[in-house]
């Protein structure tokens, strides 16, 4: 159970990754390497809200 635990923060940024995507399909505002930086970042701060909470 608590291995099934360690992937909700990495589900939560790939949910996040999409949205970010879907945002930036229609404007085209980010090129690919920024979406993935700005993924990256919002991984890290996922993972440091869930390792506060667990």
């Known amino acids: 159970m608590s291995t099934l635990l360690a992937l909700v923060p990495l589900a939560a940024a790939a949910l996040v990754w999409r949205l970010f ?3 930036n399909r229609s404007r085209r505002w980010f090129s ?3 979406l993935i930086f700005w993924d990256a970042i ?3 701060m996922l ?3 869930w390792l506060i909470w667990f």
């Open 32 to 34: 690919m390497g920024e």
């Open 47 to 49: 993972q440091l809200v």
């Open 42 to 44: 919002a991984l890290v």
């Open 21 to 23: 995507y879907s945002f």
